[in-house]
């Protein structure tokens, strides 16, 4: 399937925003609470706010380029929106499906990891480039993030709990 440049704008950042911003707030909130209603909480709040969110700053910043029409700035628009939402929304399978959160969030950052991989690959195959670097870099800003979250919510937890 050709996508064109629009939704490809819109998809690649939703899908690449929902990983990381849930799997960051699944791992901070499971670290922090070990609450499932908490993390299915954070879930949905992720997939409802912060896609509005993230498809409004699309919006916005492909306007401030000057360079789009109205149809391709609201199919990056709606792309985003869409991609974040719904990837965001997979993340509440494992936590349904597993009775352990821990299980749950290891299968999740799997999950993520996993897609985030097939997603930079493919970038990185249409731009002619080895896939080995993007990828790296790619996982590593998301293992950061999930490193980070995991101790932020470790240290809420034993600071204010």
């Known amino acids: 399937m050709v996508m064109n440049h629009s939704l490809k704008v819109g998809f690649s950042f939703g899908l690449t925003s929902g990983i990381i911003t849930t799997l960051g707030l699944m791992v901070g909130l499971s670290s ?13 709040t992720i997939a409802i706010a912060d896609s509005l969110s993230d498809a409004m700053g699309i919006h916005i910043s492909e306007e401030s380029e000057n360079k789009h ?14 991609s974040k939402f719904v990837f965001a929304l997979s993340f509440i399978i494992p936590v349904l499906l597993f009775s352990d959160l821990s299980t749950a969030v290891i ?3 799997i999950w993520g990891l ?8 493919s970038l990185a195959i249409k731009q002619n480039k080895k896939p080995w670097r993007p990828i790296a870099e790619h996982l590593i800003i998301a293992i950061l993030v999930i490193i980070l979250t995991h101790y932020v919510g470790c240290w809420i937890s034993t600071t204010f709990c």
Do not use: F
């Open 32 to 44: 922090g609470t070990s609450s499932r209603i908490t993390v299915i909480g954070g879930i949905l």
């Open 69 to 82: 029409t109205t149809k391709e700035i609201w199919e990056s628009t709606i792309a985003t929106l869409a």
């Open 107 to 109: 299968v999740s950052i």
């Open 114 to 121: 996993s897609v985030l991989s097939i997603l930079s690959y």
